[in-house]
């Protein structure tokens, strides 16, 4: 008998963001996010407002859609679809004292249809979705009133929506907002670049809101779950020389703070020495610091690639990647996209993550962006995937390495279960989904779904809970 090292119950499914799939974008009474003026993604100039050649207006109409989308996430058998809510359909300006019904109703929806299939809903309460007027008027996350309103809307969340889903992820990514402010902070970013000192008031503020969020489910949802979000980045020397192991060590301490303060409560050392060497001197209340002590009850992360580092200023300089940069690893293949494929940096990030924090872990994200060509095979239309099957396969076997290494994982939602419009370059043709969805970049396309190769694949991985991986 084949034998698996996935525990019983592990949770399998897939993951979307509101502003990638939705579309609808000022339907219902939604208020315009960030996300509606950039429409060519997060290195892309802004608009002033909404243009028709910003693809994420339509996303691939889940708004309409969500019934059938779901449905199809059912046939493959998932047993967890993590979604996002789009802060500007629950409070449009994010100003506002009482929350939009409309928008509301629309996630009762979705959960209606995701409690008929059986499927665990996890949802992100901000995946860089930061309503516009918030960036306009207030400067985004640099301004301390955002806690205020940020607080309100989660306690709207977990009012209405406590008792319908457990598990609960605050900010998508958190650690990407000193790279990708105006994306991950509704930080508008003036020439020159936004000033660090503010920044950092912006990361204290999120963080500050993070912990609040989670203080406030343990009162008003006592059974929801609450977990941070970060983006893994396994980072290799590029040499076996010390100073670049010290190089290793310094950009790995500008990720992995987000998770110690989530999970330890406080500020670790390293980063107290950061701000001093930079003369940022933080706002920082008495109430931040005791906010501050609302630990997550788990840690998730998205994972896609790995980079080098190196002290070495002549071999530096940023290589592609998810958002943020480093040194190219030679050892590496890269996709089409230059994110540098590594399956076992996978199951290091499980273990350093385990061993740091001991806290269950979620992976939310993972996945290849790809170029698919829709084909006829036996008469029906599909992509015959092999190269996701491939990526998955990979990662999968690690994941299961790590199960084997003792690290505690809940469960694995891989990005972009069905295609969407990509976060850094907000095109269609970068795509990630076991669902073609007939959707160009040139905005074109029937918005017809079809099952790709890997739809039947992974419906095999969940349905034997990973023993017909390949190792
Ligand atoms: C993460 C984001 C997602 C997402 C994914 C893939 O950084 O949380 O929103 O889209 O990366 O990135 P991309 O769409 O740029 O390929």
Not at 114 to 122: A, C, N, T, V, Y
Not at 136 to 146: D, F, K, P
């Amino acid at each position: 008998m084949t034998t698996t090292p996935f525990p019983d119950g592990f949770l399998w499914g897939g993951a979307t963001a509101a502003n990638q799939i939705e579309g609808a974008y000022d339907e219902d009474g939604k208020g315009y996010s960030v996300q509606d003026v950039m429409p060519r993604g997060i290195s892309g100039p802004r608009s002033e407002r909404p243009t028709p050649d910003n693809l994420k207006l339509v996303g691939i109409d889940h708004y309409h859609r969500y019934a059938e989308d779901i449905a199809l996430f059912a046939e493959m058998g998932f047993s967890v679809y993590r979604f996002s809510i789009a802060w500007s359909r629950i409070f449009p300006n994010g100003d506002e004292t009482e929350p939009n019904e409309a928008g509301l109703a629309f996630y009762d929806r979705v959960l209606d249809e995701l409690e008929k299939h059986g499927i665990e809903p996890l949802v992100t309460i901000s995946h860089y979705e930061t309503p516009l007027h918030l960036a306009e008027q207030y400067g985004g996350w640099t301004n301390r009133a955002l806690i205020g309103f940020y607080e309100r809307y989660a306690r709207t969340l977990f009012e209405r929506f406590g008792s319908r889903v457990k598990y609960w992820l605050t900010f998508n990514e958190i650690n990407s907002l000193l790279h990708a402010p105006f994306m991950s902070g509704g930080i508008p970013i003036p020439e020159g670049g936004v000033p660090e000192q503010q920044l950092y008031q912006a990361m204290h503020h999120e963080l500050v809101a993070s912990a609040r969020a989670t203080r406030i489910a343990r009162e008003v949802a006592p059974e929801a779950r609450v977990g941070c979000m970060v983006l893994s980045m396994p980072i290799y020397p590029l040499s076996p020389s010390p100073d670049d192991a010290v190089a290793v060590m310094t950009a790995d301490h500008g990720n992995l703070v987000y998770g110690d303060v989530h999970t330890r409560g406080a500020y670790p050392g390293y980063f107290l020495r950061t701000l001093r060497e930079k003369g940022i001197e933080l706002d920082i209340t008495d109430e931040d610091r005791d906010d501050l002590t609302n630990t997550v009850d788990f840690v998730s992360f998205s994972y896609y690639m790995s980079i080098a580092e190196t002290a070495d200023p002549e071999k530096r300089g940023s290589g592609e990647g998810n958002i943020m940069g480093g040194v190219p690893n030679p050892t590496l293949e890269a996709s089409e996209w230059g994110w540098q494929i590594d399956p076992v940096g996978l199951r290091l990030v499980l273990n350093q993550f385990w061993d740091r924090w001991q806290k269950p872990l979620f992976i939310v994200e993972n996945g290849l962006g790809a170029r698919d060509q829709l084909v006829e095979v036996d008469g029906e239309k599909t992509v015959v995937d092999d190269y996701r099957i491939q990526y998955l396969n990979d990662h999968l076997v690690q994941v299961g390495e790590a199960l084997e290494d003792g690290v505690d994982v809940l469960g694995y939602t891989s990005w972009g279960c069905i295609d969407i419009v990509s976060a850094s370059t907000a095109q269609l043709s970068k795509r990630y989904g076991f669902i073609y969805v007939d959707r160009d970049d040139d905005g074109t396309g029937s918005l017809d779904r079809y099952r790709k190769k890997s739809f039947h694949w992974y419906a095999d991985v969940i349905r034997t809970n990973g023993a017909s991986l390949t190792r």
